[in-house]
């Protein structure tokens, strides 16, 4: 790393661990810090630890609008120096040799960062008899929760079987922890860009992911009772929902295509490298 030059760190903890690396060694690059989110945030020894180093990054790049100022105030930097980048990825491939084991409906809960595990096992055993929930979760996920018959938990699934699961399912479900949970990115944008349905409790950084989306349904974190509601009209308006979401598709997939990464980190090279316009 030389002076003039730029160093892209990424994630949270490998950024303030390049950044303390960089100020060590002397070093003066254009420092970004991309993907900068947290599940949870920092406290104790960490937390003073990164208000110290963090200050040198140059630019921070995050998921959501909701944090720029939650960081800006946690370490006491500049908010404009964090800059709203939204998730981009691929269209998830889709398992063609999927067929679900039973006709009976079901719904598919994705991912294991930030989400309430306790809220979907108190609305499994709230749903209507014979209508079930998959997760495809971490292994210790649900540990200490004793699990209803109608959910089913799996583990180590590859990504295309996941999205045939889900694709097959009356929708993907995201019970987010807290309103100020900014977790669920990736699968609120797989499911957008696969065309199916959503149910999800609210969080500050994600409405940016749903907000104007007919097809994503959203009730209070914390809420069983709201929670079921949102799938009973998953299962009621299944039709027009899914349509709605199929409909959407075109434009999700261009709203969160890898070429927004691309161009983003164009830019930044172009203000911290002159010789790139040369």
């Not at 690059?29 to 993907?35: D, E, G, K, T, V």
């Not at 018959?149 to 699961?165: F, G, H, K, Q, Y």
């Not at 065309?195 to 104007?212: C, K, L, N, Q």
């Not at 974190?221 to 799938?231: M, T």
Request: glycine share 6%; hydrophobic share 40%; aromatic share 10%.
């Amino acid at each position: 790393a030389k002076d003039g030059g730029v160093v892209v760190s990424h994630l949270p903890r490998m950024s303030a661990a390049t950044a303390f690396a960089l100020g060590a060694l002397g070093k003066r690059p254009a420092h970004l810090a991309f993907s900068f989110n947290f599940t949870d945030l920092p406290a104790g020894r960490s937390l003073p630890y990164m208000r110290r180093v963090l200050p040198s990054v140059k630019q921070f790049a995050v998921y959501s609008n909701h944090e720029r100022g939650l960081y800006s105030r946690l370490f006491d930097i500049a908010e404009d120096r964090f800059v709203p980048v939204p998730w981009t990825q691929s269209v998830p491939a889709i398992d063609p040799d999927y067929t679900p084991a039973t006709g009976a409906p079901y719904f598919c809960a994705i991912g294991g960062e930030g989400r309430d595990f306790g809220l979907l096992v108190e609305v499994a055993r709230r749903l209507p008899s014979g209508v079930r929930i998959v997760a495809v979760a971490r292994p210790n996920s649900f540990a200490g929760l004793s699990l209803p018959d109608n959910l089913e938990v799996l583990t180590n699934v590859p990504l295309s079987r996941t999205w045939a699961i889900a694709n097959a399912s009356q929708g993907v479900l995201i019970p987010l922890r807290s309103p100020e949970t900014c977790c669920g990115h990736i699968t609120f944008v797989s499911a957008k860009q696969l065309g199916i349905p959503i149910a999800a409790t609210r969080s500050f950084a994600t409405t940016e992911y749903t907000d104007g989306r007919p097809f994503i349904l959203e009730c209070e974190a914390q809420d069983p009772a709201a929670f079921v509601q949102l799938l009973e009209r998953l299962m009621d308006q299944q039709s027009v929902l899914r349509q709605e979401a199929q409909a959407a598709r075109p434009a999700e997939v261009a709203l969160h295509h890898r070429t927004k990464w691309a161009d983003y980190l164009s830019e930044f090279l172009d203000r911290h490298l002159p010789w790139r316009k040369a």
